[in-house]
């Protein structure tokens, strides 16, 4: 079931790094698939990794829309990814979840029966739960998504982003702590100060 518009707009009219620390432990399905979020990377457009940095683009243009817009893109020319947008030019990826709806359709996207592996990098969470560019620029309160919020905020690690050349000494990965289903574990830099 989506999720009421108004809802959403205030969830992610907010900083980036406030929200993608909020993401962690919320569901997110795409039409009925998907599962609990347990990392997230922040990016704003002042910073040198984001895909905005450079102000809008074709590629870039729904960072740029109302807090709650998917925006999906490819890296590596192979695996899409999905982020959503909180204030203007700034986004969230969602880098691993848990899987808990749908395994079975996830397991025959994927190929593959670990369920650690199913969601464990952006990659691997775009396609086992279908998502390709024809998500991209959707409002995420519209079907086929699905995001109900954690029901109690915990404490998260933080670290370094992965997978950039730029801006990595800044700590906007999240993640729950000791979670099997990470794409990457964290050092034991302890929980972040919220």
């Known amino acids: 079931?989506?999720?009421?518009?108004?809802?959403?707009?205030?969830?992610?009219d907010d900083d980036v790094v406030a929200v993608a620390k909020r993401l962690i432990g919320a569901q997110f399905l795409v039409d009925g698939i998907g599962g609990t979020i347990v990392e997230t990377e922040a990016y704003t457009q002042d910073e040198p990794a984001s895909h905005s940095f450079r102000g809008p683009t074709p590629r870039n243009r729904p960072m740029f829309n109302a807090p709650g817009t998917v925006y999906v893109y490819r890296i590596y020319g192979m695996h899409w990814c999905v982020n959503f947008v909180c204030h203007p030019g700034s986004a969230v990826l969602i880098r691993a979840l848990v899987p808990t709806e749908g395994i079975e359709e996830m397991i025959?996207?994927?190929?593959l029966s670990d369920l650690r592996k199913l969601c464990a990098g952006p990659g691997r969470l775009t396609q086992a739960l279908g998502i390709d560019l024809s998500h991209n620029d959707r409002p995420l309160s519209d079907t086929p998504f699905s995001l109900i919020p954690a029901s109690v905020e915990g404490p998260v690690f933080a670290g370094p982003r992965i997978g950039i050349t730029k801006a990595v000494d800044l700590p906007w990965r999240f993640g729950l702590p000791d979670s099997r289903y990470l794409s990457k574990p964290f050092t034991k830099n302890g929980p972040s100060e919220d």
């Open 108 to 111: 025959g996207r994927r190929g």
């Open 1 to 12: 079931m989506a999720a009421d518009p108004s809802f959403i707009k205030r969830y992610f």
